[in-house]
């Protein structure tokens, strides 16, 4: 937290970059909304998706949003695939499908914007976990306000 990574794109987080080149990683209605959101105050967004486009995973309403946005730029068939700094996020790298080596880019801002579905199946028999795949953190009053933690996939 506090470092240049983000899991939301709200006044605060807009407000911290304003001006400043950042990156949405995602493909679906939330990283869409995100972009056009963030558009409205930071230089140039990059939307970095995976697959060729946003047509199966967002509505045709943001769709054309996004591309009637000249700041914002959509970057297909392309992974984050390095980020750098020291105390904070300094730099980061992207490749697009097929090519060999990564673009390097001093970006110091990158939302993760790619769904609330938890990838744990490895955590199975680790640790706890509700119906839903969530870690489990707590039980009635304990739990936080969404009751539910993410944890990163395995490496």
Same mark, same amino acid.
């Given at each position: 937290m506090g470092t240049g990574i983000y899991y939301a794109a709200t006044h !605060? @987080?807009?407000?911290?970059? %304003? +001006? #400043? #080149?950042?990156? *949405?990683v995602g493909g679906g209605q939330l990283c869409g909304q995100a972009? *056009?959101? !963030?558009a409205s105050s930071c230089r140039r967004v990059h939307i970095l998706v995976r697959s060729s486009g946003l047509a199966d995973s967002m509505s045709s309403y943001l769709i054309r949003r996004i591309e009637e946005s000249? =700041?914002? @730029? !959509?970057?297909s068939h392309t992974q984050l695939t390095a !980020?750098?700094?020291t105390d904070r996020l @300094?730099? *980061?790298?992207w490749q697009p499908v097929g090519e060999t080596q990564p673009e390097w880019h001093d970006i110091s801002h990158v939302f993760l914007m790619t769904g609330a579905s938890p =990838?744990? %199946?490895? $955590?199975?028999?680790? *640790?706890? $976990?509700?119906? &839903? +795949?969530?870690? @489990? =953190? +707590? &039980? +009635?009053s304990e739990r936080g306000r969404s009751g539910r933690d993410t944890v990163a996939p395995a490496a």
């Open positions: !605060l @987080e807009a407000t911290l970059c %304003q +001006g #400043e #080149e950042v990156i *949405v972009a *056009v959101f !963030l000249p =700041n914002i @730029e !959509l970057h !980020l750098h700094g @300094e730099r *980061v790298a =990838n744990t %199946q490895w $955590l199975q028999g680790c *640790v706890a $976990l509700d119906n &839903s +795949g969530f870690r @489990e =953190n +707590g &039980s +009635g």
